[in-house]
């Protein structure tokens, strides 16, 4: 939108003076925004800034204390979501909120079914959805599954959710976050497709070249307040992190070899069968038993999948979501069955339980902090001690150490920078950036071996993010052994010293970092190239 159009634009959204407090912490003080109809309002802020509190005020999910909100110019007040839908406003969050085995068209109408007779109008809801589609660019298939469906393909579905609802005004939390670059590019196209329609998008995000690409203007909220709105073409990155937590954007470069020949993990043609585990007959190699199935025709989810990752070595896996990264994870830690071997330095894990592969030196950060790395309901302190509970300093004898893990979760809380009242805070009351650093700094911790790095700095701001990379840097140098699995490629090209790409279960390509583009990069993840180079 022109700078002049921009200007006349009315207003869809006014936040006025928006102040939330809860006990021991102001999460927003008098916070202003002015949202204009048909552009793109990007909301940056470092973690606990208040852009998710904010977020459920305008969705209904929370009353601030004091202020106002106005849509298309009149006054609202949201006492639950159903009321912030009904005034035209939809929120895809950041996790998405999709059942995988229902249909797209099942995922979208949930709630709000069109009905015949008393049952599921499929016809009409078919309709509606592709002429939604249509509209607004937004392509699916209305009968195929969720769970067959990429992550790109997941996000349209989340949009077109909210637009069958009749949203105007979208809340889009971190929706990049899992996309690769191609990815990004096609849901940029689609939002200035909803914009140009008339359509309001307000858009968080922690990627500020991405900000800087799609937003026609900038929020800066610091410490519970707005601190700047400013003219994308007029500030650079840079200037939007100062803006955001007063340092400059840091960079994951790391070109300096710290890579070992003592190999820490080595994986061995493992393989993962999607409908169900069989044991291989007696005697007979992983190699031919892998061949076999394939004859079958049988469906897998990881297809003779070899790797060895050394001390002091960060191996990067590049995948879309959905090609094998999380069936690799759940193999290695002994969650799901699989063939072929996986190896910690001597020792063979084959039959081991995951406590037992944690106790030998296993360390993981989850790919989704909320259903794998915490309890919500448990204290921090508590969450320090979960997957190392038998260990020091949580255990002593056969009791937990209460003071000692009370203690070791304040170092944690403040060696990672957590913004916490204090350790019998809940999990669920810290922002999402301050989980993972909680999260990070408990797996660091442990003194690991090997470390699953899956994801993590996804949904932390750019000061925690350098936080987060120097420690991995650290204990690299230091012999730690990483598989790093992340959908920031800039990330994953930055800090791995090679990098294997997961493709249909598959590794593809080795690729040197020193040699590869992002968007080259994202060029195998998809498929587009096909080759086996080399690092």
């Not at 050394?310 to 699989?338: C, D, F, T, Y």
């Not at 309901?377 to 002593?396: D, F, K, M, Y």
């Amino acid at each position: 939108m022109s700078s002049d159009t921009l200007d006349a634009a009315r207003p869809a959204v006014e936040l006025e003076g928006i102040t939330k407090r809860f006990p021991g912490v102001v999460a927003n003080h008098d916070i202003r925004i002015s949202v204009r109809q048909g552009t793109v309002h990007a909301i940056v802020g470092e973690n606990g800034a208040g852009k998710s509190t904010l977020m459920k005020i305008l969705y209904g999910m929370q009353k601030p204390d004091e202020g106002t909100i106005k849509v298309d110019g009149k006054d609202v007040s949201f006492r639950s979501p159903s009321d912030a839908i009904d005034a035209g406003i939809g929120m895809v969050h950041q996790h998405f909120m999709l059942a995988d085995n229902f249909t797209v068209l099942e995922n979208i109408v949930l709630g709000a079914e069109p009905t015949k007779a008393g049952r599921l109008d499929v016809g009409a809801a078919t309709k509606r959805i592709t002429e939604l589609a249509a509209a607004h660019g937004l392509r699916v298939d209305p009968g195929r599954l969720v769970e067959d469906l990429g992550v790109g393909d997941r996000q349209r579905v989340e949009i077109l959710k909210v637009l069958y609802r009749g949203a105007r005004i979208l809340i889009l939390d971190e929706p990049t976050a899992v996309l690769v670059p191609q990815e990004v590019d096609e849901l940029f196209q689609n939002l200035r497709e909803l914009t140009a329609e008339g359509l309001t998008v307000i858009f968080i995000s922690h990627k500020l070249d991405e900000v800087l690409d799609i937003a026609d203007e900038i929020t800066v909220i610091r410490r519970g307040t707005t601190v700047a709105s400013v003219d994308p073409h007029e500030v650079t990155a840079r200037q939007l992190a100062e803006l955001m937590v007063g340092s400059e954007l840091p960079t994951p470069e790391t070109r300096e070899s710290t890579v070992t020949d003592t190999v820490m993990l080595k994986v061995s043609h493992l393989t993962m069968e999607a409908d169900g585990h069989r044991a291989a007959p007696k005697g007979m190699p992983v190699e031919r038993y892998v061949d076999l199935l394939r004859e079958e025709g049988r469906r897998l989810l990881l297809d003779d999948v070899s790797f060895d990752i050394h001390k002091g070595e960060i191996l990067g896996l590049a995948g879309v979501e959905g090609n094998g990264q999380s069936e690799l994870i759940e193999a290695i830690m002994g969650i799901r069955p699989a063939h072929g071997g996986i190896a910690l330095g001597e020792q063979d894990l084959s039959g081991w339980s995951t406590l037992r592969r944690r106790e030998a030196g296993i360390g993981y950060i989850p790919e989704d902090r909320h259903r794998q790395g915490l309890l919500l309901e448990a204290s921090l302190w508590e969450n320090r001690v979960l997957g190392h509970q038998t260990r020091r300093p949580a255990r002593s004898g056969i009791w937990i150490n209460r003071r000692a893990s009370r203690a070791d979760t304040w170092r944690i809380i403040e060696d990672y920078d957590v913004r916490t009242p204090g350790v019998d805070t809940l999990a669920l009351a810290l922002s999402g950036g301050n989980q993972q650093k909680l999260i990070v700094g408990r797996e660091m911790s442990g003194e690991p071996l090997f470390l699953i790095a899956a994801h993590p700095t996804r949904g932390v701001d750019v000061g925690a993010q350098a936080a987060i990379w120097d420690h991995l840097r650290e204990a690299r140098a230091a012999g730690l052994a990483v598989l790093l699995i992340s959908a920031d490629l800039d990330e994953l090209i930055g800090l791995s010293d090679c990098i294997q790409v997961i493709y249909r279960g598959r590794l593809v390509a080795a690729l040197d970092p020193s040699d590869i583009t992002p968007e080259r990069l994202g060029g195998y993840m998809t498929g587009a190239i096909a080759g086996t180079e080399e690092s």
